[in-house]
């Protein structure tokens, strides 16, 4: 597969997560990582798996944050994948995506492998 649409699969990822998190959808959150990855979600903590991460999703939805928005974006070929940085903003809150891993899962999809991202701030 070219590096081209590899990125463009990564692109696509981060498009069906947002889309799940702007639909309330948790779960379509939590597919969007590999069964194994890591999320560092600064300041709450470290969650493992989709599981977890689905659960940490769903508690933020479930407090009502929605419409999240990316700028900044800047995406970078890393070993395995692509690595994206940006900014967000949602209904409630703000902050930066340090550093989420794209790869390209078994089934063809981009998922995230490691996630870091962090919330600066209340809106």
């Known amino acids: 597969m070219s590096t081209a649409n590899e990125l463009a699969l990564c692109k696509e990822g981060i498009s069906a997560w947002q ?11 939590a597919a969007q990582y590999t069964q194994d990855s890591v999320m560092e979600a ?11 991460i689905q659960a940490f999703w769903q ?3 479930d407090q009502g944050f929605a ?7 800047k995406w970078v070929e890393a070993e395995g994948g ?3 940085s940006s900014r967000w903003t949602m209904n409630k809150a703000f902050g930066v995506v340090h550093r989420e891993l ?7 999809k981009a ?12 809106r």
Do not use: T
């Open 19 to 29: 889309q799940a998190f702007n639909n309330q959808d948790a779960e379509g959150c």
């Open 42 to 52: 600064r300041p709450f903590g470290l969650f493992n798996g989709r599981s977890e």
């Open 59 to 61: 508690g933020i939805i």
């Open 67 to 73: 419409e999240v928005e990316y700028s900044d974006v």
């Open 82 to 84: 692509y690595l994206l």
């Open 102 to 108: 794209w790869v390209i899962d078994r089934d063809g």
């Open 111 to 122: 998922r995230l492998a490691d996630d870091l991202f962090e919330v600066q701030g209340e």
